[in-house]
């Protein structure tokens, strides 16, 4: 009991297990989940069975504090009930999304092949947004449960590695899953959706052109839905990377406090690396599900993004060349002008977050490897721990940490000056098009 209560932060903090829980409702909502999540299904259904004195009953499940913690190794089991949701959703919406896009095809009319070619993308890259994300979510649920699981293990080993340095006087440090909750999640979760609800109510993007759009009915279901679904599927995927990076930098703020005692020769301190050794290479293991779990769906996102800003681009210039040529203010060309703008800067901040957090996890993982450097000297009875870290530092330099999409490119900083090169690019050879095309 003393022991357990060395670690009080672990157990008294918010779970791992019940912190997912909301991520999971909101990605089971929108059906980019449909699989069960197991701990909630059985706080729910009240199948946990336990003895009054906390002991394991049945060896499924262990209740403590009146709080559900499955200790099984499965987290996600096939749901046909969601399976059925979310592919009737996904149809149905498909349905209504082509028959409305059809029937508001007539009124584009445009001699401008580039418009006209803006208007196509506009009116179906909803439906396919979501037949698209929800596909590759639904093959991608196994993987999912892998990468849940590996994290719970993690977390599980993380006190076992503070134990073995228990003799020396280091700061104990413990996972804030509360944050990552609240500021983290929820926080681009409500802002996320609101933004682009203003956004769309005010300037919808299924209709926006370069001479002004007004919000139509149809925005509610053809553009929001897959809008919202395009915010739930980064903020998963960011949700996850920010788990993986928070206990990368745990680990490394326990490494910089270890590493006066191993220049000691500390046998503590040199217990606690061999257990944050297995710790770091499961980490390195979540990184690569985390791109099999969502890089696809990164990828989906990123080219939408990307051909979105080109479009964005195009109409704010031709706002501007237009206002310019005619040297008079027409209409709510201002307003119109500004809401695209607005539009431009929220699509920039969705790429920017894909590739920062992307970045700042690849980046820990390295920082670890590099605190990973042994002392020059030991002693006698410490050259099995020097040489099993030392080569568990060779093998991790081997191996080449980052964050893909699919295995086609990495995603990090590098990637946003990218594209917004690529834009840039593009961008002018549209107007060009465009002039040329027009005869100016």
């Known amino acids: 009991m003393a022991r357990l209560k060395t670690f009080g932060a672990w157990s008294s903090s918010l779970g ?40 394991i009953e049945a060896g499924t499940a262990v209740v403590c504090n009146k709080r559900c913690r ?17 592919l009737g959703c996904s149809v149905v919406y498909a349905s209504y999304h082509i028959l409305s896009s059809l029937s508001q095809s007539g009124k584009l009319t445009d ?3 580039v418009r006209v070619a803006i208007d196509l993308k506009n009116q179906y890259i909803g439906c396919m947004l979501v037949i698209g994300l929800v596909t ?51 926080l681009m979760l409500v802002l996320g959706v609101g933004v682009k609800a203003v956004l769309e109510v005010s300037n919808c993007l299924m209709y926006i052109r370069d001479s002004g759009s007004p919000f139509s009915s149809n925005c509610l279901l053809l553009c929001i839905i897959p809008q919202t679904l395009c915010v739930i599927s980064e903020l998963q995927f960011v949700a996850y990377a920010l788990l993986i990076s928070d206990r990368l930098r745990l680990l490394n703020r326990w490494l910089v406090q270890l590493q006066p005692h191993l220049a000691r020769g500390s046998d503590a301190a040199f217990r606690s690396v061999r257990h944050l050794i297995p710790i770091h290479g499961k980490l390195l293991s979540a990184i690569e599900l985390l791109n099999h779990c969502f890089g696809v769906q990164n990828a989906i996102l990123l080219l939408y993004q990307f051909v979105t800003l080109v479009e964005l681009g195009y109409n704010t210039c031709m706002m501007s060349v237009r ?8 209409g709510d060309s201002t307003e119109d002008f500004l809401e695209t703008v607005y539009w431009v800067a929220w699509f920039l901040v969705e790429i920017f977050t894909l590739c920062y957090f992307s970045h700042d996890t690849v980046e820990e993982a390295g920082r670890t490897i590099q605190l990973l450097k042994m002392p020059n000297a030991y002693e006698m ?8 870290v030392s080569q568990e530092q060779l093998v991790f330099l081997n191996v080449k940490t980052r964050v893909s999409c699919g295995g086609l490119f990495a995603v990090d900083l590098t990637l946003l000056h990218a594209i917004i090169g690529a834009t840039t690019t593009y961008l002018i050879i549209l107007i060009q098009f465009d002039q040329t095309f027009n005869g100016d």
């Open 381 to 388: 009875n410490q050259r099995n721990y020097f040489r099993t």
């Open 16 to 55: 791992l297990q019940t912190a997912i829980i909301p991520l999971h409702v909101v990605a089971k909502v929108s059906c980019l989940n449909a699989f069960t999540y197991l701990p909630l299904s059985q706080c729910i259904g009240r199948h946990v069975a336990c003895k009054s004195d906390g002991s």
């Open 111 to 113: 001699s401008n092949l």
């Open 323 to 330: 206002f310019a040529e005619a040297n008079i203010q027409q």
């Open 70 to 86: 499955v200790i099984n190794d499965k987290t996600l089991a096939f749901s046909f009930v969601g399976l059925l949701h979310a």
């Open 136 to 186: 590759v979510s639904l093959m991608r649920q196994p993987a999912l449960d892998r990468l849940i699981q590996a994290l719970l293990s993690v977390d599980r080993a993380i006190p076992e590695m503070v134990q073995a340095g228990e003799l020396l006087t280091l700061k104990r440090f413990a996972p804030n899953n509360v944050c990552w909750l609240r500021l983290n999640v929820l």
